[in-house]
């Protein structure tokens, strides 16, 4: 890691296609000698009678908080959009009041992050070195299934709480690891309450295509299972390698059979792919739903009017509350309206600090003490209680999100909605 990986906040320029922005940003951000002096300036101003706790506070030893987020490669998108920006807001809203509540005193918090270059070798490398030699105080997770995948074993080993927001394995669940917890609705309640869906709007046949890595095969596997016994009948399924850059010659297949419902098991880049290619062969079946990327801002941004109808793996928005709003909010003041959080992982990723503010402020910093806070206890959060079973959520039931007027609105199932489903999708514009 350089000085500035070390002491710095990450950059706040979280485009991922911006360099010399995010290059700025970042010698711009504060690093750790600047946030305690920022903190010490303003004890000088205060009353004579809260001058002496002020200054207590400002030299608290900071806690120092590591991990690893792809700001280059292939995952950089998802981690740019749905986790990094968390991170810097977190920490820059705990410094803000004077830090984070450690059992009753407040310390600045230090993010210590490099980029991982999306790859899995070394994101293990550095999480090894935060865990191991660093020893930083506490850990958040990277982004994706495979890097959490590959790092959740090593922060068993060592001891840190892990609650990860961008996951979405059941092998993840199977490996039992106490120190690890899923905050993402994993693929049986996804599934579940897509085909319940489809199952009460009459859907007769479906079509799907998979990305042929954890994400994709798992998803796959759990929708199979829920199509046995619905009365539904799988009449295409194919799979497609990662990275793919034509969907075509399969979506014209899939449209020859013309099926009620298409679903696309697909990361950001190639649920943009199938959409444009779908409305450029005029492949409009009454029920769309792609995942992830969906739900990013991004996708309605590129799709435009033709995003009017599209469903996808989605589980808040702005709507979902009071405190749903004011990150929200808070989120648009950082980052302005162009870098809008979106409407599935970044809420688990906030759900996860404040869960994680919260277990530190009653526990402190101790990790198996923080460990038995997260694993025992319902949580409260913007997406509604957070109960864990082993490593799984089981609070946060499975949703299906459709935009509808520039907003991607949870539609089912109907106790979560936001506003009613659309039942029949608008033809591409």
């Keep these: 890691m350089s000085p500035d990986d070390r002491n710095g906040i990450a950059p706040t320029d979280l485009s991922a296609t911006s360099v010399p922005d995010a290059v700025s940003a970042r010698a711009a951000a504060p690093n750790r000698r600047s946030v305690v002096q920022a903190l010490a300036a303003g004890a000088a101003v205060v009353s004579a009678g809260a001058l002496a706790p002020a200054i207590v506070r400002a030299q608290a030893a900071p806690v120092r908080v590591g991990y690893a987020m792809a700001r280059t490669g292939p995952w950089s998108v998802g981690a740019q959009t749905s986790q990094e920006p968390n991170y810097l807001l977190w920490a820059e809203q705990q410094n803000a009041a004077g830090g984070l509540m450690v059992k009753g005193q407040r310390r600045p918090i230090e993010l210590i992050s490099s980029d991982d270059r999306s790859e899995i070798e070394t994101c293990v490398r550095t999480y090894e070195k935060l865990m191991g030699s660093d020893k930083v105080d506490l850990v958040l997770p990277p982004w994706g299934s495979n890097a ?55 859907v007769r046949t479906v079509a799907v295509v998979y990305v042929d890595d954890l994400f994709g095969l798992e998803n796959y ?52 792919l199938a959409s444009r290619q779908s409305k450029e062969i005029g492949f409009n079946p009454k029920f769309f739903y792609a995942s992830v990327g969906t739900a990013f801002q991004l996708y309605r941004n590129v799709m435009q009017a033709g995003a009017e109808g599209v469903l996808g793996m989605g589980s808040w928005n702005a709507k979902r509350g009071a405190a749903a709003k004011a990150y929200f909010d808070a989120h648009v003041k ?26 530190v402020a009653k526990v402190g910093l101790e990790r198996k003490a923080l460990r038995d806070f997260i694993a025992n206890g319902t949580h409260e959060t913007l997406l509604g209680p957070i ?27 109907r106790s979560m909605a936001t506003a009613p489903l659309v039942a029949a999708k608008p033809a591409w514009v």
């Design 148 to 202: 959490n995948f590959a790092v959740a074993p090593l922060a068993n080993r060592f001891g840190y709480p892990f609650l990860a927001p961008t996951a979405l394995s059941r092998r993840l669940v199977e490996m039992k690891l106490p120190y690890f917890f899923l905050l993402l609705q994993q693929p049986k309640s996804m599934m579940d309450a897509l085909v319940d869906m489809l199952k009460a709007n009459g």
């Design 387 to 413: 109960k864990f079973a082993g490593s799984e959520n089981v609070g946060t039931p499975g949703t299906v999100s459709q935009w509808q007027k520039g907003e991607f609105e949870v539609v089912w199932p």
């Design 334 to 359: 950082k980052f302005g309206a162009a870098k809008e959080p979106d409407r599935w992982a970044s809420g688990a990723t906030w759900a996860g600090l404040e869960i994680l503010t919260a277990g």
């Design 221 to 272: 596997a759990a929708l199979k299972v829920a199509l046995q016994g619905s009365g539904m009948t799988l009449v295409e399924d194919k799979s497609y390698p990662l990275g793919v850059k034509d969907l075509s010659p399969t979506l014209r297949a899939i449209k020859d059979k013309n099926p009620d419902a298409f679903i696309g098991l697909t990361y950001p880049p190639d649920t943009i």
